[in-house]
C-alpha cells in the first residue's frame, strides 16, 4: 500500500486530505509543519509527500530545497497543494524540485490523477534498478561464497599445517605455503576491496558527490605500474611476459583507484592470453597534456555485443573458461574512470586480441 504524507497547517483541510486519501487505498502520515514533517521522515519513508506552501513558521518552498539537499530523501516526490497561484510561486516550486504545483480548490479527481502520475513515475525509474539488484544478488549468491571461501580455506590449511608442524617441515616447503599464504591472501584481499569499492560507487554517483574528492592530489603512474606489474605477473608465473614502455606522469586521481583499475586490466590480459604470449602496456603523454594509458594483448578478445553488455558481476564464457572473481573487474575500471569524467575504451576481435586504453589528466 503506498504512504503519503501530508503537510498542512489546516487541520480541517488536512482531516478530509487524510479521508480522501484512506478512501483511496493509501496510508496517511499527517504534518502540521515543517519540524514535525522531518520528525515523520526520520522514522517512515513515504512514496510521496503532499504538501502546502505556508507554514506558519518558515514555508514549503524551503523545506523543499532540505528535501533535494538531502541524498536521503532526494528522491521522494513532492506535490505543492496551494493557495499561492502567481506564476512566480509556481515557477520558484518546479526549480526547487517539486513535482507538481496544484491550486486551491482542487478537483479530488485531479488530485489522484497527479498523485498516480507522479507514483507511476516512480515505478517506471525504480524497476530496472530493482531488475539490477535481483541481478546483484542473484550473482552475489552464486558466486560469492565460492570466490571467498575457496581462498579462506587455502589460508586456514596452510596455517593449520605451519602452526602443527614447522619444526618438522624443510625450508622448501615452508617457501611454498608462505607463497600459498600469499597468493590466497592476496585473491582474497583484491576481492573483498573490489567488493567494497562497488558499494562506495553504487552511493555516489558523481566525483563532486564523493567524500574523497578533496584528496585528489595525483599520483605517480609509473611507480603503480611496475608494483602491479610484479605483483600480478608472479601470481600468474609470467613476468617475462609483460612489456612495460612507460612514460612516468602524475595523474589525476586517487591512488588507491589507479591501483584498481590497472590491476583489473593486467589481469584480465594475463587471464585471458595463452602463456609465452606478450602483454603490452604503454604509456605516454599526449600533447593535450593528458595522460594515455594502453593495454594490449592477444587472445580471446571480446565480440561487440561482449563489449557492449559489461556490467556488474557479468562473466563470459565462464562455463568453457575457468575464472576467478566475480565479473567485477572491467564494470568496476568503467564506473571509477567515469567519476573522473573518463571512460575505458575497448577494441577487440574475437580469437585475436584486445585493447584496452584510456585517457586521464595530469597535474600542471
Known amino acids: 500500500m503506498p504512504q503519503i504524507l501530508i503537510i498542512e497547517t489546516d487541520s480541517d483541510l488536512r482531516e478530509e486530505l487524510r479521508d480522501l486519501l484512506t478512501y483511496e487505498r493509501f496510508e496517511v502520515l499527517e504534518a502540521s509543519d515543517g519540524d514535525s514533517a522531518w520528525r515523520q521522515l526520520q522514522q517512515e519513508r513515504p512514496d510521496l509527500i503532499l504538501s502546502c506552501v505556508q507554514y506558519g513558521e518558515g514555508n514549503g518552498f524551503d523545506w523543499l530545497k532540505k528535501l533535494r539537499q538531502s541524498p536521503e530523501y532526494a528522491a521522494i516526490p513532492l506535490l505543492f497543494l496551494t493557495g ?40 517506471d525509474i525504480q524497476a530496472p534498478q530493482q531488475h539490477g539488484f535481483e541481478h546483484y544478488r542473484h550473482s552475489l549468491l552464486r558466486h560469492f561464497p565460492h570466490e571467498v571461501f575457496t581462498p579462506l580455506n587455502a589460508l586456514l590449511g596452510s596455517a593449520r599445517v605451519l602452526q602443527s608442524r614447522f619444526r618438522d617441515l624443510p ?18 584481499f583484491h576481492l ?50 609483460l612489456q612495460l614502455q612507460l612514460q612516468p606522469a602524475r595523474v589525476m586521481l586517487l591512488e588507491k583507484h589507479l591501483q584498481i583499475i590497472v590491476r583489473e586490466l593486467i589481469d584480465n590480459a594475463l587471464k585471458f592470453s595463452p602463456e609465452g604470449s606478450p602483454v603490452l602496456l604503454n604509456s605516454r603523454i599526449l600533447p593535450t597534456g593528458q595522460w594515455f594509458l594502453k593495454v594490449l594483448n592477444t587472445g580471446s578478445g571480446m565480440n561487440a555485443e561482449q563489449i557492449e553488455s559489461i556490467q556488474a558481476f557479468q562473466q563470459f564464457n565462464r562455463s568453457r573458461q575457468e575464472q576467478q572473481g566475480l565479473g567485477l573487474g572491467l564494470s568496476l575500471c568503467k564506473r571509477l574512470l567515469s567519476c573522473y569524467h573518463a571512460s575505458l575504451e575497448i577494441e577487440s576481435r574475437p580469437e585475436r586480441y584486445i585493447q584496452f586504453s584510456l585517457t586521464l589528466p595530469t597535474t600542471a
Open 171 to 188: 625450508p622448501h616447503r615452508i617457501e611454498q605455503m608462505a607463497h600459498s599464504l600469499m597468493r590466497n591472501g592476496s585473491r582474497l
Open 84 to 123: 499561492l497561484a502567481s506564476p512566480e510561486d509556481m515557477r520558484k516550486a518546479m526549480n526547487l524540485g517539486a513535482d507538481d504545483y496544484l491550486v486551491k480548490p482542487v478537483r479530488s479527481l485531479d488530485l489522484m490523477q497527479a498523485i498516480q502520475t507522479r507514483l507511476q513515475r516512480m515505478q
Open 192 to 241: 573483498l576491496q573490489n567488493q567494497l569499492m562497488f558499494l562506495e560507487l553504487e552511493t555516489w554517483e558523481h566525483l563532486d558527490q564523493q567524500p574523497w574528492k578533496e584528496q585528489v592530489t595525483g599520483v605517480e603512474s609509473t611507480r603503480v605500474i611496475e608494483q602491479i606489474c610484479r605483483e600480478k605477473g608472479r601470481y600468474y608465473g609470467r613476468e617475462s611476459d
